[in-house]
T-cell receptor, first 115, second 114 residues
Framework: NAGVTQTPKFQVLKTGQSMTLQCAQD?????MYWYRQDPGMGLRLIYY???????DKGEVPNGYNVSRLNKREFSLRLESAAPSQTSVYFC??????????????FGPGTRLTVL | DQQVKQNSPSLSVQEGRISILNCDYT??????FLWYKKYPAEGPTFLIS?????DKNEDGRFTVFLNKSAKHLSLHIVPSQPGDSAVYFC?????????????FGKGTKLTVNP
């Protein structure tokens, strides 16, 4: 997971609380992504950012906001956490090109529990 | 509607034998297909991919086959090693909104027994 850092690693929230998940990259790549992974559900795209200052919705954006203020950082905010948002959250960046496709590098994840 | 399907939640094989993981997709617009490997408490890591214009791609012990008419791809690991035990995700890629977006399957947990 070199090149993509996520903070915090773990977090427990109460219903209604807010928090921001942070993601930072040191690889100077344009596109960044936020996914959630739930048991038996694979990874689902929440939001993505093609470049600094731009963001767009993915498959499951409801209940989340994002911010891409600079090329290096992409944050995910839960304004009013709900138990349904209990999940593992992964940040990813569009990385190097292998086999003619831009592979995505993933961070180590943030495990969030909402009580 | 699930666009990428991995119908086997788990697979168990003996060390040294072949592991075959399968994946089906429904969207003809996907242009690349990728396999990711994930260990517990870590992020997924890219393993291998294949373009929709090819039918086979190899990288060491890993080979991905694509059958476009059947909308089916498979990952072969030969020979399987205990360190290959992980969850494998199939993903399909399409370029949209200035970025390459991935759609993931639900994953197959591979266990390689010594």
């Amino acid at each position: 997971n070199a090149g993509v850092t996520q903070t915090p690693k773990f977090q427990v929230l109460k219903t209604g609380q807010s928090m921001t998940l942070q993601c930072a990259q040191d690889m100077n790549h344009n596109s960044m992504y936020w996914y959630r992974q739930d048991p038996g559900m694979g990874l689902r795209l929440i939001y993505y950012s093609a470049s600094e200052g731009t963001t767009d919705k993915g498959e499951v954006p409801n209940g989340y906001n994002v911010s891409r203020l600079n090329k290096r950082e992409f944050s995910l905010r839960l304004e009013s956490a709900a138990p349904s948002q209990t999940s593992v959250y992964f940040c990813a960046i569009e990385g190097g090109r292998r086999f003619l496709v831009n592979e995505q590098f993933f961070g180590p994840g943030t495990r969030l529990t909402v009580l | 509607d699930q666009q990428v399907k991995q119908n086997s939640p788990s697979l168990s094989v003996q060390e040294g034998r072949i592991s075959i993981l399968n994946c089906d997709y429904t969207n003809s617009m996907f242009d690349y297909f990728l396999w990711y490997k994930k260990y517990p408490a870590e992020g997924p890591t890219f393993l291998i991919s294949i373009s929709s214009i090819k039918d086979k791609n190899e990288d060491g012990r890993f080979t991905v086959f694509l059958n476009k008419s059947a909308k089916h791809l498979s990952l072969h690991i030969v020979p399987s090693q205990p360190g290959d035990s992980a969850v494998y995700f199939c993903a399909a890629s399409h370029f949209q909104g200035g970025s390459e977006k991935l759609v993931f399957g639900k994953g197959t947990k591979l266990t390689v027994n010594p």
